[in-house]
């Protein structure tokens, strides 16, 4: 079973073709994972197998720690690319994100301009109006959306609140195409059941959807680790590369990340 657990509240840097030198900004607590959603994707595992027993770092401890990051990466002649929101769970969940990103800011144009802030989102927390505000200042807001079926919202990324996918339409639209979408493709079964969302039942009515909402990008990509579910396979190269070329097709820039 796959557990990666990460350091909070920097991790990194992390060197990636697609994006270079990428700093990670982990606002869950280091020993654990707290999420909204549950997914059985999940590369930190299910929440109930990894309950933090420490706090969620502050405000201040990010800043902080980000800022004493940024020095020595500075005096080692290797600034980050982006600054990247992502770790163990769901970032807008902190109490104080909105805060955090204001921050986060400062300091990029403090130490690095040039880098992006980025955040990646399951987007069930951009009904918060501070949450919205502050993705709206950030370079890369990506926020996940899965499926628009509910039962398969319900099956493989269980959130544990009302979710409410055309609630979730609507406020992604509020983004007035800042906003880059983040989907999942996959194959297999989980509990017996088939978790496969790449037929046109699930494709059609998902790109309909893409299109209403407008988003300046689209990333698709498919299970790349190991994950607490078994049964679950990647989507085909081939399937994403369709997806993604009709996606391109209606007019929207889409990347496939296999
Ligand atoms: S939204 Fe992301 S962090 Fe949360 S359970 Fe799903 S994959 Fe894991």
């Known amino acids: 079973m796959s557990t990666i657990i990460y350091p909070s509240p920097i991790f990194g840097p992390v060197h990636s073709r697609r994006l270079g030198i990428s700093l990670g ?3 869950l607590p280091a020993d654990g994972k707290v999420c909204s959603f549950d997914c059985i994707y999940c ?7 990894h309950r933090p027993t420490l706090p969620l770092p502050t405000r201040e401890l990010v800043a902080e720690r ?8 500075n005096t080692e002649g290797q600034l ?13 969940c902190h109490p104080h994100f909105a805060e955090i990103i204001d921050d986060t800011i400062r300091l990029r144009d403090q130490y690095c301009p040039k880098a992006k802030v980025s955040v990646l989102s399951n987007s069930t927390m951009i009904h918060r109006q501070q949450v919205h505000d502050a993705l709206m200042k950030v370079d890369n807001n990506i926020l996940k959306l899965d499926t628009v079926d509910p039962i398969y919202i319900n099956k493989v990324d269980h959130p544990n609140g009302t979710y409410d996918v055309a609630q979730i339409i609507d ?49 698709i990509y498919t299970i ?12 085909t190269h081939e399937q994403l590369d369709e997806i993604r070329d009709r996606v391109i097709a209606a007019g929207i820039p889409c990347s496939a990340s296999y």
């Open 171 to 219: 406020r992604l639209k509020a983004f007035n195409g800042h906003v880059i979408i983040q989907t999942m493709f996959m194959r297999g079964e989980a509990a017996g059941e088939s978790v496969d969302n790449t037929g046109e039942e699930y494709v059609g009515p998902w790109l309909e959807a893409v299109k209403e909402i407008k988003p300046q990008q689209v990333m």
């Open 43 to 49: 590369e930190c595992g299910f929440n109930e197998d």
């Open 80 to 92: 980050p690319d982006v600054l990247t929101f992502a770790g163990n769970g769901e970032p807008t």
């Open 224 to 235: 790349d680790r190991e994950t607490p579910t078994m049964g679950l396979q990647k989507a």
């Open 66 to 73: 980000l800022e004493a990051k940024l020095k020595e990466m």
């Open 25 to 27: 900004i982990n606002l």
